[in-house]
């Protein structure tokens, strides 16, 4: 069974940076479509960023694009997601998820999740 664990929230002013990690063991990230999901308080987990098996494709939230990435490097069993001009708004809970085996990255925008990592924070200050 594949454990996610993630890390690099944290606090930040506005306009600031912030990489999440997500370290996957007990197995490999390699069949498996990978994402992002956040929520904030009193709101429900929404998508923020998905990435294919072969990282050769990605899928971002409208807030998002232009201000984060994501990546991922199989060799590692990692899962990356950059932010770069943070806003208030971005503040929440991160979560990182993993699709179903070879599932398509489209599984992960229709949030057709097979595991959620515990999630790491990140707050933003105007």
């Known amino acids: 069974q594949v454990q996610l664990v993630e890390s690099g929230g944290g606090s930040v002013q506005s306009g600031g940076s912030l990489r999440l990690t997500c370290a996957a063991s007990?197995?490999?990230?390699?069949?498996?479509?990978m994402g992002w999901f956040r929520q904030a308080p009193g709101n429900e987990r929404e998508f923020v960023a998905a990435?294919?098996?072969?990282?050769?494709?990605?899928n971002y939230i409208d807030s998002v694009k232009g201000r984060f990435t994501i990546s991922r490097d199989n060799d590692k069993n990692t899962v990356y997601l950059q932010m770069n001009n943070l806003k208030p708004e971005d503040t929440a809970v991160y979560y990182c998820?993993?699709?179903?085996?070879?599932?398509?990255?489209?599984?992960?925008?229709?949030?057709?999740?097979?595991?959620w990592g515990q999630g790491t924070q990140v707050t933003v200050s105007s």
């Open positions: 007990g197995g490999t990230l390699e069949r498996y479509a």
């Open positions: 998820v993993r699709g179903h085996p070879w599932g398509h990255i489209d599984g992960i925008v229709h949030s057709e999740i097979a595991a």
């Open positions: 990435v294919s098996m072969t990282a050769k494709t990605t």
